[in-house]
């Protein structure tokens, strides 16, 4: 049981490039999250999904747009990479009922650096 | 508006010694509250959480955390520190909703001599 996975793990790139960061869960978790750790700010929420097929913004969505195709993946992309997206960016999944109590499971992160 | 304030940016103890790690909230409803673990080059993984019921919450690695209403406040304790505990500490509020998003503090991190 793998839980959450994320690929990559690190990324360097220069500043205009595109990548995408993929998270993939076996859990059979409805809702899917994307979030970024920047030193002395906590985590903090980039979009979201409660389902195939839907995404929604979180607190920081600009410069990031998201996929959620099949219910077990979670694509994160970046167009147009800007230096303030460097950070590491955390995937986690969660059951899908309005429980606030349900505990999200965390992949490993992508550390990624934008020159 | 919803947040969570870690006071501690950084900790040390030394191995043996007792930890309290603070947290405060500021949420209009009863909060869901949690405490998760980063070790270094990791992900997050729960310590424990609190939902209702006991005040008093028992979590994994030895950890317990008290949530007190009055103070809005849910600190993490551990009795005896060791060194395998040195990470960094999140604490975190369910927030009501269709996507039930966390709000994190800013961590506090954990240095432990032996």
């Known amino acids: 049981n793998a839980g959450v996975t994320q690929t990559p793990k690190f990324r360097v790139l220069k500043t205009g490039q595109s990548m995408t960061l993929l998270c993939a869960q076996d859990?059979?978790?409805?809702?899917m999250y994307w979030y970024r750790q920047d030193p002395g700010m906590g985590l903090r929420l980039i979009h979201y999904?409660?389902?195939?097929?839907?995404?929604a913004k979180g607190e920081v969505p600009d410069g990031y747009n998201v996929s959620r195709l099949k219910k077990q993946n979670f694509l994160l992309g970046l167009e147009s990479a800007a230096p303030s997206q460097t950070s590491v960016y955390f995937c986690?999944?969660?059951?899908?009922?309005?429980?606030?109590?349900?505990?999200?499971?965390f992949g490993p992160g992508t550390r990624l650096t934008v020159l | 508006a919803q947040s969570v304030t870690q006071p501690d940016i950084h900790i040390t103890v030394s191995e043996g010694a007792s930890l309290e790690l603070r947290c405060n909230y500021s949420?209009?409803?009863?909060?869901?509250l949690f405490w998760y673990v980063q070790s270094p080059g990791q992900g997050l993984q729960l310590l424990l959480k609190y939902f209702s019921g006991d005040t008093l919450v028992q979590g994994i690695k030895g950890f317990e955390a008290e949530f007190k209403r009055s103070q809005s406040s849910f600190n993490l304790r551990k009795p005896s520190v060791h060194w395998s505990d040195a990470a960094e500490y999140f604490c975190a509020v369910g927030a009501s909703g269709g996507y039930n998003k966390l709000i994190f503090g800013a961590g506090t991190r954990l240095a432990v001599h032996p």
């Open positions: 859990m059979n978790h409805e809702y």
């Open positions: 986690a999944s969660k059951a899908g009922t309005l429980l606030s109590t349900d505990t999200q499971y």
């Open positions: 999904s409660v389902g195939e097929g839907t995404t």
């Open positions: 949420y209009g409803a009863t909060p869901y």
